[in-house]
């Protein structure tokens, strides 16, 4: 089911409930810019929609092949925007310079192979404006995925199965980097500026570490 703008829960029309850190920056890191916006791996839209809200047009592409049907519509929300990329494909639709900023929040680490995670930032590359912004959030070495619930044996950098059994299920491979100069090289390899690199931990009770670097940059002026 698409829900449209008389239909969207009430949990989702509050931006109090968009990731903290998403509101922090845009409310700093991405003051004052508007244009076109690319949401990588748009999942239930909630992002697509706060970013409408801002005033943003905004394009989304999806890795993952599911209905639309938990997808966020209102009437700021184009449909036709948003794309399905079939398995494997990492090319992203658009056309070069295409975008004034892109979100990519946990999305990264779903790619398994470490040529086709490098393929996928060089085609944020492509279709970034000169000057424009990316915004990129990647889980840590740290974080407790890899450290309390890999499967053995656990590499540096590389593919890790993630088995957790319990309240949440999940057995699911994810994508291990280094630390963060392993990160910042991914981006600054294909010409990306690095403007900050932050991080933030959803640590909890149990959860010793849930560490995620946020990632800011632009595509220079000029290559």
């Known amino acids: 089911m698409i829900r449209t703008k008389g239909e969207t829960p009430a949990q989702y029309s509050d ?35 706060y970013f409408s809200r801002e005033g943003f047009d905004v394009y ?24 399905f990329l079939i398995d494997e494909e990492y090319a992203i639709p658009f056309p070069d310079s295409f975008f004034n900023v892109i ?8 790619i398994h192979d470490r040529e086709n995670i490098e393929s996928v ?21 740290d974080n407790y ?33 280094e630390d963060s100069a392993d990160v910042v090289s991914v981006f600054e390899k294909v010409g990306f500026v690095i403007d900050d690199l932050g991080y933030f931990d959803f640590k909890l009770l149990d959860v010793r570490c849930a560490k995620h670097y946020i990632v800011l940059g632009h595509k220079p002026l000029r290559e």
Do not use: A, C, W
């Not at 998403?22 to 004052?32: D, E, M, P």
């Not at 979100?103 to 779903?110: A, E, I, R, T």
């Open 60 to 83: 989304g592409v999806e890795l993952l092949r599911s209905p639309f049907r938990d997808f966020l519509f209102d009437n700021t929300v184009i449909r036709d925007n948003f794309k």
């Open 15 to 49: 931006v109090k409930n968009v990731y903290e850190h998403v509101i922090r920056i845009r409310q700093r890191y991405l003051k004052g810019i508007s244009g076109s916006l690319l949401d990588h791996g748009f999942g239930n839209g909630i992002l697509s929609l």
């Open 103 to 110: 979100v990519s929040n946990q999305v990264l680490n779903f």
């Open 121 to 141: 930032v060089r085609e944020f590359f492509r279709i970034s404006t000169p000057g424009g912004k990316i915004v990129v959030t990647i889980m840590s070495e």
């Open 145 to 177: 995925l890899f450290i309390d619930h890999g499967v053995p044996p656990i590499p540096l950098r590389g593919v890790v199965r993630v088995s957790v059994t319990g309240r949440l299920e999940r057995d699911q491979m994810y994508y291990r980097f």
